[in-house]
């Protein structure tokens, strides 16, 4: 049985953005059948554990200024790996977040956090037969300029941020390339909410489970 650790933000969570149009006091999460992650493990079947391990507003590699949770995604990786050992892939999906205003971080940089994650798992024996994990890097939907109209516009200075969301998958890409790591564009698959732009319709979440579905088919087709 393989196992798959998917790390990644709200979208790997399952934010459902209905949180913000109906005024919910607390955020409401899309159901199992609905979350890519949980799609994604029906799809892959019996001889797969697809391990889900998102949080709202984590970052690649930097401390939320605001919130009491502790959203470094690169603070959390090493127990997140040991805790679920042995983990044939790990799936990264990151960077969003860090396009925030407070971070004022460039897309080179949020790349360079991403490579840094890499690195660290790349570092580890908590694969199987004490080797590393093999490593799936996912780059973020791009955001448009609709995200200007939306709830949360605040958390972004839209222009830049949506030039820096644009350089990501290349960036991503290149970091792959250099790594040894496999590559996926979530914007080749999903659809952003009309709510607020950032987080995935249920049709968006079932399309990236298919597209992260064929991209593991073809990384153990060898097998």
Not at 12 to 30: A, D, K, L
Not at 98 to 118: F, P
Not at 129 to 144: C, R
Request: aromatic share 10%; proline share 4%.
């Amino acid at each position: 049985m393989k196992r798959i650790l998917c790390y990644g933000d709200s979208n790997t969570w399952g934010f459902n953005p209905i949180t913000f149009s109906e005024n919910y006091s607390y955020y409401v999460r899309y159901t199992e059948n609905v979350r890519w992650t949980s799609i994604l493990q029906k799809m892959l079947g019996g001889d797969y554990t697809v391990i889900e391990e998102g949080l709202g507003g984590r970052t690649t590699v930097l401390d939320d200024p605001i919130s009491q949770q502790q959203l470094n995604g690169k603070k959390y990786l090493l127990p997140c790996l040991g805790s679920h050992a042995p983990i044939d892939l790990v799936v990264i999906m990151l960077g969003i977040n860090d396009l925030k205003n407070y971070y004022q971080m460039s897309a080179h940089a949020i790349s360079a956090g991403i490579e840094l994650l890499v690195k660290i798992i790349q570092s580890t024996n908590f694969g199987v037969n004490g080797k590393s994990p093999e490593i799936l890097i996912l780059s973020p939907a791009l955001i448009t300029n609709d995200i200007a109209h939306s709830c949360i516009n605040f958390e972004f200075d839209v222009p830049e941020a949506i030039e820096r969301c644009k350089e990501l998958p290349e960036l991503y890409q290149n970091v792959a390339q250099r790594n040894s790591c496999h590559f996926l564009n979530c914007d080749d698959y999903v659809e952003l909410s009309p709510i607020d732009f950032v987080h995935y319709t249920e049709l968006g979440h079932e399309r990236l489970a298919k597209g992260i579905y064929d991209k593991i088919i073809a990384i153990y087709s060898k097998d």
